[in-house]
Antibody
Framework: EVQLVESGGGLVQPGGSLQLSCAAS????????MHWVRQASGKGLEWVGR??????????TYAASVKGRFTISRDDSKNTAYLQMNSLKTEDTAVYYC?????????WGQGTLVTVSS | QSALTQPPSASGSPGQSVTISCTGT?????????VSWYQQHPGKAPKLMIY???KRPSGVPDRFSASKSGNTASLTVSGLQADDEADYYC?????????FGGGTKLTVL
C-alpha cells in the first residue's frame, strides 16, 4: 500500500522550533520529489516547499512566507522526509501535509497539526 | 506570488455539470502545462484528481475533466453525484515554486 505518515506536530511557543517527519512506504521514495503543504483551520492549501531526489542534487525551494525559517531534508535510507521549522510564528499554525510528486502531488499523508501559541 | 484565483463556491443538482475556473498569470498557469486539481472532503487529506492540465490518475472517474486556455484552467465535473460535494483546489507550477488556488466549495443541491 502506498502510504505517507507524518509525525512530530504539537504545541510550540512563538519563536520556537519543531521538526516534522514524513515516513513513506509502498513506492520508490528515493525517486520522488517530496513536498510539504499546509492548511490553516478553515483555510485553503498553501505550498510550503519541496526537495528533489538525489539525481537532482536534493535541490530545495521554499515559499516566500517560510524561506529562511524552514528547511526540508530527506534520508532515503529511512524513506523519510523532514521539515525543520524554526522561528515559528502564530501564523504558521496549520495542519502540515507531506506529498510525493511524480505526476501531481500523490500520495498525501494524513497531516499533522502544528499549533504556535503562547 | 499571489494565490491562484478560484470562485469561492459552485453548485449543481445531481446529474448536472459544473465547471470551476482557476485564474493565474503567464508566470504560472500560462507558462507551464503543470496544472493539477485536488478534491478535499472535510477532515481528509486532498486527493489528486487531475495532473498536467487534463490527465486523470488511475481510479478517477471520467466524469472529471479539465483544460487550460491562456492563464485560466478549468475543472468540469459531469453527472454530479452527492459524493462530489467537497472543496476543490487548483495548483500550478510557477517556476521552482508551486501555487494553490484559494479553493472552491462545490455543493450538490
Amino acid at each position: 500500500e502506498v502510504q505517507l505518515v507524518e509525525s512530530g506536530g504539537g504545541l510550540v511557543q512563538p519563536g520556537g522550533s519543531l521538526q516534522l517527519s514524513c515516513a513513506a512506504s509502498g513506492f520508490i521514495f528515493s525517486g520522488s520529489a517530496m513536498h510539504w503543504v499546509r492548511q490553516a483551520s478553515g483555510k485553503g492549501l498553501e505550498w510550503v516547499g519541496r526537495i528533489k531526489n538525489k539525481a537532482n542534487s536534493y535541490a530545495t525551494t521554499y515559499a516566500a512566507s517560510v524561506k529562511g525559517r524552514f528547511t526540508i531534508s530527506r534520508d532515503d535510507s529511512k524513506n523519510t522526509a523532514y521539515l525543520q521549522m524554526n522561528s515559528l510564528k502564530t501564523e504558521d499554525t496549520a495542519v502540515y501535509y507531506c506529498a510525493a510528486a511524480t505526476t501531481g502531488f500523490d500520495p498525501w499523508g494524513q497531516g499533522t497539526l502544528v499549533t504556535v501559541s503562547s | 506570488q499571489s494565490a491562484l484565483t478560484q470562485p469561492p463556491s459552485a453548485s449543481g443538482s445531481p446529474g448536472q455539470s459544473v465547471t470551476i475556473s482557476c485564474t493565474g498569470t503567464s508566470s504560472d498557469i500560462g507558462g507551464y502545462n503543470y496544472v493539477s486539481w485536488y478534491q478535499q472532503h472535510p477532515g481528509k487529506a486532498p486527493k489528486l484528481m487531475i495532473y498536467e492540465v487534463s490527465k486523470r490518475p488511475s481510479g478517477v472517474p471520467d466524469r472529471f475533466s479539465a483544460s487550460k486556455s491562456g492563464n485560466t484552467a478549468s475543472l468540469t465535473v459531469s453527472g454530479l453525484q452527492a459524493d462530489d460535494e467537497a472543496d476543490y483546489y487548483c495548483c500550478s507550477y510557477a517556476g521552482s515554486t508551486h501555487l494553490f488556488g484559494g479553493g472552491t466549495k462545490l455543493t450538490v443541491l
